[in-house]
């Protein structure tokens, strides 16, 4: 996996640059080692990995589910296009291209740190090419 990670500390207070630099290193052994398990101490005990489909997984099942999703990721590029940080929320959103002939994606998470550690992650991917069909909704013309 390749990627660049970068932060902008111009215009955060004290508490959202530590957990900004929280998520960031986590993100960064993670990129640099291609292991989810690197990540397994800086997740807390109780820490939560949301999903938009309703479910929710502990840290052991969460980091093996990405640990296996690896194996099908070799290649992946990550472009991090924004990294945020308000209090005790980060928010990423990235691009990435899965290898291969595989599609673009968009995807946002949303990490909560709690005592230097992740507690929760919230996460939405979006196919790229899929983002204009998703778009309709709020079209005032649409009945």
Same mark, same amino acid.
């Given at each position: 996996?390749?990627?660049?990670? *970068?932060?902008?500390?111009?215009?955060?207070?004290?508490?959202?640059?530590?957990? !900004?630099?929280?998520?960031?290193?986590?993100?960064?052994?993670?990129?640099?080692?291609?292991?989810?398990?690197?990540?397994?101490?800086? +997740?807390?005990?109780?820490?939560?990995?949301? /999903?938009?489909?309703?479910?929710? !997984? *502990?840290? *052991?099942?969460?980091?093996?589910?990405?640990?296996?999703?690896?194996?099908? +990721?070799?290649?992946?590029?990550?472009?991090?296009?924004?990294?945020?940080? #308000?209090?005790?929320?980060?928010?990423?959103?990235?691009?990435? /291209? +899965?290898?291969?002939?595989?599609?673009?994606?968009?995807?946002?998470?949303?990490? /909560?740190?709690?005592?230097?550690?992740?507690?929760?992650?919230?996460? *939405?991917?979006?196919?790229? =090419?899929?983002?204009? =069909?998703?778009?309709?909704?709020? #079209?005032?013309?649409?009945?």
């Amino acid at each position: 996996m390749t990627a660049e990670i *970068t932060m902008d500390n111009e215009s955060a207070d004290n508490e959202s640059l530590d957990n !900004k630099s929280v998520v960031q290193r986590a993100l960064t052994e993670f990129v640099e080692t291609g292991s989810a398990f690197v990540l397994e101490p800086r +997740l807390s005990d109780d820490f939560v990995h949301h /999903r938009p489909d309703g479910t929710s !997984k *502990t840290r *052991t099942e969460w980091l093996a589910a990405v640990e296996a999703a690896l194996t099908h +990721l070799e290649g992946m590029s990550l472009e991090v296009r924004h990294l945020l940080a #308000d209090g005790d929320h980060v928010v990423m959103h990235s691009r990435r /291209r +899965l290898p291969g002939d595989g599609p673009e994606i968009t995807v946002v998470d949303i990490w /909560r740190v709690e005592d230097g550690l992740i507690a929760e992650c919230w996460e *939405t991917i979006e196919p790229a =090419a899929q983002a204009q =069909a998703n778009l309709t909704w709020w #079209d005032p013309a649409r009945p």
